[in-house]
């Protein structure tokens, strides 16, 4: 969902790519995401996930993870120091929970959480100018 919403608002001046830690080939975006994003954005695409490996760290001017965890991991494996949580970004604590198993309500919550975060990234702001 984040890839999806981080291009709608920093349309036609930044782009995102989502890549996942444990990401399995034919693993697509859940039903429930799916609707949603449909629902905000007309979006109906159901693109596999891709898994990220080293030519993402290289290529990647930031890289934004979900959570504390998801950072630390990437930090490990691939040492890097363009590494912040969504929060961390939007100059909040905490994580952002996958709603992955849950119901649509908890998918719909998880939404409005990333959009709101999102819009506060000043990082992406600056470029604007």
């Given at each position: 969902?984040?890839?999806v919403i981080f291009n709608e608002v920093y349309?036609?001046?930044h782009t995102s790519e989502s890549r996942g830690l444990h990401a399995r080939a034919g693993d697509i975006i859940s039903p429930e995401a799916l609707i949603i994003l449909n629902r905000e954005y007309g979006y109906s695409e159901h693109r596999e996930s891709q898994k990220l490996g080293q030519n993402d760290i290289v290529?990647?001017?930031v890289i934004i993870t979900m959570t504390e965890g998801q950072k630390l991991e990437i930090a490990?494996?691939?040492?890097?120091?363009?590494?912040?949580?969504l929060k961390e970004l939007a100059h909040e604590t905490g994580d952002v929970m996958d709603p992955y198993g849950q119901d649509e309500l908890e998918y719909v919550r998880t939404f409005s959480e990333i959009r709101e975060l999102i819009t506060k990234i000043e990082l992406f702001k600056?470029?604007?100018?």
């Open positions: 969902m984040a890839e349309r036609n001046r290529e990647a001017d490990h494996q691939y040492g890097n120091d363009k590494l912040y949580t600056e470029d604007d100018n």
